[in-house]
Each structure stands twice: as structure tokens, then as C-alpha cells.
């Protein structure tokens, strides 16, 4: 903050914070007690290095240099996690990915992380004793809980049925289940427990270079020369 402008302003609009281009949430605690402050950013001032903010809780107008809020230009989606899920394999037992209609594939992998102990299905991955296939079940374990989110859709209510879903069994005997209801064309809202999670995932993030899909063809692929 560079300085304070107007306390009560009765005339928002003429520093641009009636109809402001960014709203700012902060919650916090402070011992017990917890505190939230919603800060407004409205029009350049006239020294165009500034810009003019607004505390609503107190109704305070200030100045701030624009370097400092630089990050109000950017698309929200670039401070996310940016993947579906934020699991640790050594808490899991077993990834299920089932995609339905949209592509040929329903598979198992069982993870037993401590014991570097991995399977696909009935197919006991280390007892292939082949590094490459060991490689290959890894990238596709990967593409799954490594799986990139896309965009963000605040204001959807998502209904449908799921056309993807993936599982994750934990050691703890919990589950965390994600589902993809679709959007649009090639689209998805994905649902983390049976709530929205604001976000969306296209298609490309399965099929794309280096995604489930194209992890799993080379793995079965390396399956069927192996045997």
C-alpha cells in the first residue's frame, strides 16, 4: 500500500471501485478468533504507476503501486494446484480408472509403495522381472494421479451422470473418488467426493502426448510382445 486516499468515500465510481476489476478474499486466524478482509481494485490514479484500492470491511480508499497487484492480471487458474488430485502414492493401495464410452479402458493398478509391489489387474508387474514394463506401469500411474486440470467454472451446477471416474483406495480404507461430468464437447466439471470443485478438465488431458491413454496403449503393448 503506498497511501491512504478517503475514509467513508461517499462516490466510489470516481476511483473506478464501484464496478472494481478484481475482488480480493484474505481469511486468517489470529489466536481463536478468525478474520476475513475483502480489498477492491478499481482505476489507474494519475500517476499511472498506481492504482486505487478499497478495504470494505473498513471502508477505506487507498493507493497501491500497480507492480504490487501485477498478479490481478493474471487468469485465476495459474495459482491452483494444478492437478486433480493431491494423493501420496505411499498412502494408497489402489488407483480405478474407468472411462466409460469415451475410450476403451477399465483398469486396476495396485500400488504397494513400502514393498515396491505393483500390479495391473491379475498381472503382477514385478514378477515380469522387465524393467521396461516397470517403467512403462510407472508413466501410467503417473498420467493418472498426475492428471492436469484445465480452467475454472465458478458458477455451474454440474448434473449428469459421471462419464469418467477414478478411484483411489487409501491404506487408511477411505476412498477418494473423482468424477467427470460432462460440460461440453470434450469438456468436463469435475466432481472430488460428490462435490464440485469449481474446476474443468478437457479430454486432451487423458488422451494427449504422455496422458492415460497413450500411457496405457504402450503399456498393454509391452504386455502382449512380453508374452
Known amino acids: 500500500m503506498a497511501s491512504f486516499v478517503e475514509e467513508n468515500p461517499e462516490d466510489l465510481s470516481q476511483y473506478g471501485l464501484d464496478q472494481p476489476h478484481t475482488k480480493l478474499t484474505l481469511r486468517g486466524t489470529y489466536g481463536s478468533i478468525d478474520m476475513s478482509e475483502e480489498i477492491w481494485f478499481g482505476n489507474d490514479c494519475e500517476d499511472a504507476i498506481y492504482e486505487y484500492g478499497y478495504f470494505a470491511n473498513s471502508k477505506q480508499v487507498f493507493t497501491i503501486t500497480k507492480a504490487d497487484v501485477i498478479f490481478t492480471q493474471d487468469n485465476v487458474i495459474s495459482y491452483l494446484y494444478p492437478y486433480c488430485t493431491n494423493l501420496n502414492i505411499e498412502d494408497l493401495t489402489a488407483v480405478e480408472i474407468d472411462m466409460g464410452d469415451v475410450y476403451d479402458m477399465h483398469e486396476t493398478l495396485y500400488v504397494d509403495y513400502e514393498n515396491s509391489q505393483y500390479a495391473l489387474g491379475d498381472i503382477d508387474i514385478d514378477a515380469l522381472d522387465d524393467t521396461n514394463i516397470s517403467d512403462l506401469f510407472q508413466n501410467y500411474y503417473r498420467s493418472i494421479s498426475n492428471l492436469r486440470i484445465t480452467d475454472t467454472d465458478f458458477d455451474a451446477?454440474?448434473?449428469?451422470?459421471?462419464?469418467?471416474?477414478?478411484?483411489?483406495?487409501?491404506?487408511?480404507?477411505?476412498?477418494?473418488?473423482?468424477?467427470?461430468?460432462?460440460?461440453?464437447?470434450?469438456?468436463?466439471?469435475?466432481?472430488?467426493?460428490?462435490?464440485?470443485?469449481?474446476?474443468?478438465?478437457?479430454?486432451?488431458?487423458?488422451?494427449?502426448?504422455?496422458?492415460?491413454?497413450?500411457c496405457y496403449e504402450e503399456l498393454i503393448y509391452a504386455l502382449k510382445a512380453y508374452q
Open 157 to 214: 451446477k454440474p448434473e449428469g451422470d459421471a462419464a469418467i471416474t477414478i478411484r483411489f483406495d487409501l491404506k487408511n480404507g477411505g476412498t477418494e473418488l473423482l468424477e467427470f461430468i460432462p460440460q461440453a464437447e470434450n469438456n468436463f466439471w469435475l466432481m472430488r467426493n460428490g462435490t464440485y470443485t469449481n474446476i474443468t478438465v478437457r479430454l486432451n488431458r487423458f488422451t494427449g502426448t504422455g496422458c492415460a491413454t497413450k
